[in-house]
């Protein structure tokens, strides 16, 4: 039991033992190998989220908790395999020992109100220990491999609103496969008997191919080589503060009209215009030597990129990170076209051959992780559906990944793009969380308001 403040207020959060929930009823008892794309090193942590839901008496004023426990079993007899322990084999290969042992579940009550968590929900949270129990336990170690692969939190607020909080295994599902289990949670808990994408393991499909060879140009493997001072510099943790930018319409609006000419306007995604202004905006701050490399990873869901496409209902991690490179000093003197066309280019090479080509680099070159040095991560979860999990109490009022930039992949400089919502659930824009250290903080602000043409307001 701890207290946390909140809006000047103290709240006490109150956990109940943790239980392991195993499916409902009996499920296969076998060996299911990853597939070479789930089995990569720099895929062995957990990811968290954080849904929150006000009371709009749904559900036939039932408990949250016991609704979503209940769910949670039916819903893991067909998901079967997260109700195992991933084991290591050799070569490193995970596989999955479906054995029933269950995903931890803790039941937990809170002595505040939505309201009083505050109206502008979003990471990071000061209280997520607290409503998120997960051992989180170390990448690569003994207790990683023999634990829960999903644990799961709901906690009662006063108001009779919840939270539902989940970490998940990333090496057994990417973003899109895990919101497609708590999805099936959702539809269960609201009556449905089964769920209406039935889960495809099928990980045979991203498997090494025999012989295995590198097709493609993998820079994002680069081997990885000693920081340099700058990089050293900014990655302290003591140094480092989180904001979150909001773009709207009228952000995205202002980023086109001042900083692409009028013949690159329409041509240029939301994503990719706001990435580039990210991404330029971060280097300058940074005041990074102009010779050196810089790098921006997208994560790029490859499930459509198949002929044909991978199956409906394919959970496993279908996903690239093409990277786009270029000079602190280039990306800087050069206006934002530049940054967003280095940035299509990056993701149009992902292709079928390029999953497959890396597939086969991890085999080759024993599973290695992204080469993250002077390299800033980038992810758009607003359209993998975390606000479109619904328990029977109606949409969340914030539904996305639960930590800060700082904190979203351990050790590296990341910005999940998540849906911003007025109180009436209504979708208003964007939030881009972004960490850097406080002195590069003011200049950032100053970057991106400069590219908006407008006045910045300095924290």
Known sequence: MMSFPSSGKNFTV????????????????????????????????????????????????????????????????????????????????????????????????????????????????????????????????????????VFVQVTRLRCGGF????????????????????????????????????????????????????????????????????????KTPEEMVNTSLVFGPEEISDLRANSLPADFRQKCSTFDLMTASIWRGRIAALQMNPEEEVKVVCIVNARHRFDPPLPEGYYGNAVAAPVAITTAGELV?????????????????????????????????????LNMSSTHLVSDVTRVGFDDIDFGWGRPTYAGPARAASEMVPGVPTTFYVPKHNKNGERIGTVAPVCLPASAMDRFIIEIARLMGRRPLIR
Not at 170 to 196: C, N, T, Y
Request: glycine share 6%; with cysteine.
């Open 14 to 149: 109150r956990r109940q033992k943790p239980e392991l929930i195993p499916p409902s009823r009996p499920t296969p008892h076998e060996t299911k190998p990853l597939s070479d794309i789930d089995d990569q090193l720099g895929l062995r942590f957990y990811i968290h989220q954080l849904n929150f839901y006000p009371n709009k008496g749904g559900n036939d004023q039932k408990d949250p908790v016991e609704v979503i426990k209940a769910a949670l079993a039916d819903v893991l007899v067909h998901f079967y395999p997260l109700a195992g322990r991933l084991r290591e084999g050799p070569g490193r290969k995970l596989s999955v020992d479906c054995n029933e042992e269950g995903v931890r579940f803790v039941e937990a009550d809170a002595d505040v109100t939505l309201e009083e968590l505050g109206e502008d929900l979003q990471p990071p949270f000061p209280y997520l220990e607290e409503v998120l129990h997960n051992a989180n336990p170390i990448p690569g170690s003994d207790e990683f491999l023999n634990s829960p692969m």
């Open 333 to 369: 003197k050069n206006p934002l076209e530049y940054a967003v066309t280095l940035l299509r280019k990056a993701k149009s090479e992902v292709t079928e051959e390029y999953i497959k080509s890396t597939a086969d680099l991890m085999v080759l070159r024993g599973r290695p992780i």
């Open 163 to 234: 939270i539902f909080a989940a970490g998940h295994n990333h090496a057994v599902a990417d973003g899109l496969g895990i919101i497609q289990f708590a999805k099936a949670m959702g539809e269960i808990a609201s009556g449905a008997s089964a769920p209406s994408i039935q889960p495809v393991w099928m990980r045979e499909l991203l498997y090494a191919r025999n012989p295995p060879r590198i097709t493609c140009v993998h820079r994002e493997y680069d081997e990885v080589i000693p920081t340099t001072e700058q990089n050293n510099k900014i």
